[in-house]
């Protein structure tokens, strides 16, 4: 791989994959973190190196009727597919099959390079985003209910405009959620909690994938809160609708 990377002011490397991965599963490095090799004209950040290197090796196709070729996640060559194993989105060359498999064995992360964020972090973004949600229905609710009419000889008065207030509930929540992570990929208290969610291949959701989500959360509520309490005992730190949408939760 030959890769550099930047700490302060000063360029350490070259570095081969397996040392790469040591430094990010250590957390010396993260995705923000600035590389460069030979062949690049800038240096980037290492999250969208990664994810640049993953677009060029599905894009690597010969044209009909040629051999089609993916390019090895662990040597970074490009071969015929035919005589590489597939490994999840990750294509791995006859040459690099043995050390790659006994990574997996090891339990070595193969899949990619992404921090995930654990259990108390979410937590803490989930309670900031749960605060800036009572501001806002404080601020709608309070003059709708001195609004509201409350007469005791129409009762039915009240009952009408309760879908009003069952569609504010949920809809407000729902548009916070979808538009924020749609926008910038992360909802404001995940943003002053420095994590990002992306989907499985380190991308960003689409608004679509984000209002899934949203719907989602209510399935890991539902079961007494057990599919947030997934990201506890997960390898990646998943909950249930992180699972359900294949997104991740990662640190910036």
Known sequence: ??????VGDQQVGPIGKAELETLVKEKKLNSKTMVW?????????????????KEKGAQNKLPAGSVPKSVCSECGQSFAEEDMI??????VCAGCKPVFIQKVKEGVSVAGLMDYAGFWIRLAAWAIDAFIMWIVNMIIYLPLGMLMPTSPDNPMAVISVMPLIMLLQ?????????WFIGKYGAT??????KLKIVVEDGSRMSYLRAFGRHFAKYLSAMILCIGYLMAAFDDEKRTLHDRICESRVVCK
């Open 1 to 6: 791989m030959n890769l550099y990377y930047e």
């Open 37 to 53: 090799q030979d062949g690049m004209e800038s240096w980037e950040e290492l999250g969208d190196f990664i994810h640049n290197r």
């Open 86 to 91: 597939s490994f999840q989105d990750s294509w």
């Open 170 to 178: 949920y809809g407000i929540v729902a548009a916070y959620d979808t």
């Open 188 to 193: 404001p208290g995940k943003m002053a909690c």
